[in-house]
């Protein structure tokens, strides 16, 4: 399937299962996370959080992915994923997403999270979304493309309203 | 164009007298509601983005098949965007860049903020900032975990931050954008 180049591998030459972390508030989702991610060859979940600060010395392993619930945090949940990408930029983040509003998922995906997952597609496309973002790609629906596009329309804006004020 | 003003254009690049954005601009200004798909050979990443900030909201090969062109044109129509899945890589990628920039210029370095503290308050803050827990904080320093509490609620106070995480943050030089 061509994922096999990514796969990292250790000093005896073996490759190393992709590594998946999983970080979310809700125990039912996160189990069936992890039941599903068993389910799958070469994947290993390596660890679990239910807040965000145990979440947040979990990337300390460096996982290869990051499963990240949007509501894990007091503080709108994106706050978190600026320190988790300090701490391991290697780490690809999926949002675990529910009730939250699209503008949040822009933010969060702002802040370099590669795709995001509505619990109604866990189950079909958890799997194909962890190999799809390990592998470089990233996981959002056409719809959302829309909107990506707007707001770095307006950050480009933004950025020659910027320059032209300082020449 | 002007007087029929269809839902959806097909505009292919290469027409002459008409090229890029400024066949574009002319087709917005002649009818604002309609909905440019562009007819090109490859396309480069930068142009990609500025023809898209510009207004077209697809983008396809000459060559496309026709079942799949249809498909773009409605999906076009509905509202959505039609580009390759690489493409969405690259815009995200942007997405994430130009964000960061926008922080780094929003935000003046200011490490003076942290000289507030006391010496005690700063070795607090600089642990936390690792993601060290209080347990583990007053583990460290040998002092009682309700110490590091009531040192945690006068450095919030003194840098007027709302919670651990944003301290984190903050030690770390970092800021969430909005």
């Known amino acids: ?167 | 164009m002007a007087s029929l003003k269809p839902a959806v254009l097909i505009l292919d690049r290469s027409l002459p007298n008409l090229h890029g954005i400024e066949a574009v601009s002319v087709v917005q200004r002649a009818s604002p509601s309609t909905k440019i798909i562009l007819f090109s050979k490859v396309i480069s990443e930068n142009e990609g983005r500025a023809m898209l900030e510009a207004g077209v909201r697809g983008y396809c090969s000459l060559d496309i098949d026709a079942t799949l062109l249809k498909k773009a044109i409605i999906m076009v129509h509905q509202g959505e965007v039609w580009v390759s899945r690489k493409f969405i890589s690259q815009l995200l990628e942007a997405l994430v860049s130009l964000t960061e920039a926008q922080r780094a210029k929003s935000l003046p370095k200011d490490d003076s903020a942290l000289e507030q503290l006391t010496p005690r308050e700063r070795e607090i803050a600089e642990l936390l900032g690792v993601g060290a827990s209080n347990k583990e904080i007053a583990h460290q320093l040998r002092v009682a975990e309700k110490t590091v509490k009531a040192h945690l609620t006068s450095i919030f106070r003194k840098l007027e931050i709302p919670d651990r995480l944003h301290l984190a943050l903050f030690v770390n030089g970092l800021r969430p954008a909005h």
Not at chain 1, 67 to 73: A, R, T, V
């Open chain 1, 1 to 167: 399937m061509g994922f096999g180049r990514h796969i990292r591998q250790n000093r005896t030459g073996l490759a190393l299962p992709l590594s998946v972390f999983i970080a979310d508030r809700e125990p039912r989702r996160a189990a069936t996370c992890v039941r599903l991610l068993r389910g799958a060859k070469g994947i290993r979940v390596i660890g679990q959080a239910k807040t965000s600060r145990v979440a947040i010395s979990g990337v300390a392993a460096k996982p290869d992915i990051l499963l990240f619930d949007l509501k894990l945090g007091k503080s709108g949940g994106v706050a978190p994923l600026l320190l988790i990408r300090a701490r391991s930029p290697r780490t690809k983040v999926i949002l675990l997403t529910g009730r939250v509003t699209d503008t949040q998922i822009l933010t969060a995906i702002s802040q370099g999270a590669r795709g995001y997952l509505e619990p109604s597609r866990l189950r079909p496309f958890l799997i194909k979304a962890v190999r799809a973002v390990h592998a470089g790609e990233t996981w959002v629906p056409r719809a959302m493309v829309a909107k990506i596009i707007d707001r770095l329309a307006n950050l480009t804006a933004k950025q020659h309203a910027q320059s032209a004020k300082y020449t």
